[in-house]
T-cell receptor, first 112, second 112 residues
Framework: AQSVTQLGSHVSVSEGALVLLRCNYS??????LFWYVQYPNQGLQLLLK??????LVKGINGFEAEFKKSETSFHLTKPSAHMSDAAEYFC??????????FGTGTRLTIIP | DGGITQSPKYLFRKEGQNVTLSCEQN?????MYWYRQDPGQGLRLIYY???????QKGDIAEGYSVSREKKESFPLTVTSAQKNPTAFYLC???????????FGEGSRLTVL
C-alpha cells in the first residue's frame, strides 16, 4: 500500500539551530512530493514541491528538501530556526492517482 | 487575487441540524477536495470531485454530502447523521498534473 511516514509527531529545536523534519514514502516509482505548513486555525500552505527536476528543492521561508530515491525520503531542513517557524508541517505524496497522500504531521516547537 | 475561499470561518450548530460549508475557487482547477482535521491528527479525506457533476467518497464520507454543479464551487453538507461533526474542515483544489493542492483557510464547526 502507498504510504507516507513522518518520523516524530513533535520536534523541538532551539532558535538558530538546524531544523530537520523527516519524511519517507513507499513507492517504486518516483512520485511528486510536497511539504506543507499549517499555522493554528489556518489552512495548509505549500512550502515546496519536487516534480522530477532538481533533487534539492528550495522553498519559501528558507526551507529546502532533498529527494533521495534510494532512501525513498524527502526530508525538510532549514539551517537556522526562527520563532516564526513554529507550526505543524505535513509531508504529502502524489502517487499518480487522483488523491494526495498525507503524513500525520510534525509539530515544530522553537525554544527561545 | 486567486485562491480558495471557504465560508463561514466559524460555525456553531445544534445537534440534529444540517449545515453547509461553502468552498469557492477561482484557480480554474478541475479537481476539488474536502478534508476533515481533528486536534493532533492529520487530514482525512471526506469527498472529492474530479469534474463537474461527478464526485467520489473519500475515507470518511458517512454523514456528509456534496454537490458539484459548477467548476468553481464544491459545497459540503454535514448532516445530522454525522455522529461527531465538531472539527476543522478544509477545502482544496488540485493542480494537474503535478498534483499539489491549494487550500482554503478552513471552517471550524462546533456542535453544541
Amino acid at each position: 500500500a502507498q504510504s507516507v511516514t513522518q518520523l516524530g509527531s513533535h520536534v523541538s529545536v532551539s532558535e538558530g539551530a538546524l531544523v530537520l523534519l523527516r519524511c519517507n514514502y513507499s513507492s517504486s516509482v518516483p512520485p511528486y512530493l510536497f511539504w506543507y505548513v499549517q499555522y493554528p486555525n489556518q489552512g495548509l500552505q505549500l512550502l515546496l514541491k519536487y516534480t522530477s527536476a532538481a533533487t534539492l528543492v528550495k522553498g519559501i521561508n528558507g526551507f529546502e528538501a532533498e529527494f533521495k530515491k534510494s532512501e525513498t525520503s524527502f526530508h525538510l531542513t532549514k539551517p537556522s530556526a526562527h520563532m516564526s517557524d513554529a507550526a505543524e508541517y505535513f509531508c504529502a505524496v502524489h502517487f499518480g492517482n487522483e488523491k494526495l497522500t498525507f503524513g500525520t504531521g510534525t509539530r515544530l516547537t522553537i525554544i527561545p | 487575487d486567486g485562491g480558495i475561499t471557504q465560508s463561514p470561518k466559524y460555525l456553531f450548530r445544534k445537534e440534529g441540524q444540517n449545515v453547509t460549508l461553502s468552498c469557492e475557487q477561482n484557480l480554474n482547477h478541475d479537481a476539488m477536495y474536502w478534508y476533515r482535521q481533528d486536534p493532533g491528527q492529520g487530514l482525512r479525506l471526506i469527498y472529492y470531485s474530479q469534474i463537474v457533476n461527478d464526485f467520489q467518497k473519500g475515507d470518511i464520507a458517512e454523514g456528509y454530502s456534496v454537490s458539484r454543479e459548477k467548476k468553481e464551487s464544491f459545497p459540503l453538507t454535514v448532516t445530522s447523521a454525522q455522529k461527531n461533526p465538531t472539527a476543522f474542515y478544509l477545502c482544496a483544489a488540485r493542480r494537474y498534473p503535478t498534483g499539489e493542492l491549494f487550500f482554503g483557510e478552513g471552517s471550524r464547526l462546533t456542535v453544541l
